[in-house]
């Protein structure tokens, strides 16, 4: 089970962080990332956490303003997100799956969503 939460509406230029939290037997050596959508729209990878390695990747309209990080203490996964834009408004979803599954483009644990409008 995935549970976010932090979205909320900011103005552009502005920073939020959303959590996930998780077991502790999804968060060891799952890969886990985050994905963002908005109505009408497909789906779009923002950034992966590979539990294997602890490397991280960004999808290119985040890169360099969002920041994937895991709290193993805690078993949460959080998602820093800088210089945020309007262009960042979008419901973004917590998933996970074993890395074998997630390279593959397969994600079979969701999250609600926690939406995140920038103004």
């Known amino acids: 089970q995935l549970v976010e939460s932090g979205g909320g509406s900011v103005q552009a230029g502005g920073s939020l962080r959303l959590s996930c939290a998780t077991s502790t037997y999804m968060f060891g050596s799952y890969c886990m990332g985050w994905f963002r959508q908005e109505p009408g729209k497909e789906r779009e990878g923002v950034a992966t956490?590979?539990?294997?390695?602890?490397?991280?990747y960004y999808g290119d309209s985040v890169k360099g303003r969002y920041t994937i990080s895991k709290d193993n203490a805690k078993n949460i996964l959080y998602l820093q997100m800088n210089r945020l834009k309007p262009e960042d408004t979008a419901m973004y979803y917590c998933?996970?799956?074993?890395?074998?599954?997630?390279?593959?483009?397969?994600?079979?644990?969701w999250g609600q969503g926690t939406q995140v409008t920038v103004s």
């Open positions: 956490f590979d539990g294997r390695s602890s490397a991280t």
């Open positions: 998933a996970a799956d074993g890395c074998g599954n997630w390279f593959q483009g397969r994600y079979n644990y």
